[in-house]
Structure formats: structure tokens, C-alpha cells
């Protein structure tokens, strides 16, 4: 799985690769996606969409809820939208 984070808005990133984990790596049929928030983040929104828009699976995340299964999710292209409120 290759994946990449870009930041929209007129804020600062505060997401990063580096704070995102998919495993396991080559795919199976149990994979996930963890991502760590940063100290500034405490809650977070995710939209994992299918490439024409359809939305696959959607939900909130925590500093301690972060872990996102893709059991189910059909193999193929996808994006998931993060968005992050740092209040």
C-alpha cells in the first residue's frame, strides 16, 4: 500500500507521514490503518472514499481510538480525508 499526506485549508499541516502507520505491509486480508494525533489533536474525523466519490467508510478518531480497520474494504484505489480540529 503506498500512500501520501497533503494538507488543504489555510492552516499548518499538523498530520505528517510520520504519524501514520499501515500494516500489515504488503496487504492481507486484516489490514489497518493507525494514525498517532499529535499533542495538539484531540479528536480527529476520517471519509475513506472509493475513486469515484463513493464514501467506503467514515468515523471519528481519538487520541486513544486510532485505529482504522479496512476489513471489508474491497482492494483498490482509495482516499481518505482527515480532518482535525486542534480547539
Known amino acids: 500500500m503506498n ?3 497533503n494538507s488543504t485549508g489555510i492552516n499548518d ?3 505528517t507521514e510520520d504519524h501514520f502507520q499501515v500494516y ?4 492481507s486480508a486484516n489490514q489497518s490503518v493507525q494514525i498517532e494525533l499529535p499533542q495538539n489533536v484531540n ?3 476520517y471519509t475513506l472514499y472509493n475513486y469515484v466519490g463513493g464514501i467506503l467508510k467514515s468515523g471519528n478518531l481519538t487520541r486513544s481510538e486510532n485505529v482504522i480497520s479496512l476489513n471489508g474494504i ?4 482509495s482516499l481518505m480525508s482527515l480532518e482535525v480540529d486542534t480547539n
Open 3 to 5: 500512500y501520501s499526506v
Open 13 to 15: 499541516n499538523k498530520i
Open 24 to 27: 500489515p505491509n504488503p496487504s
Open 43 to 45: 479528536e480527529a474525523k
Open 74 to 77: 474491497a482492494p483498490g484505489l
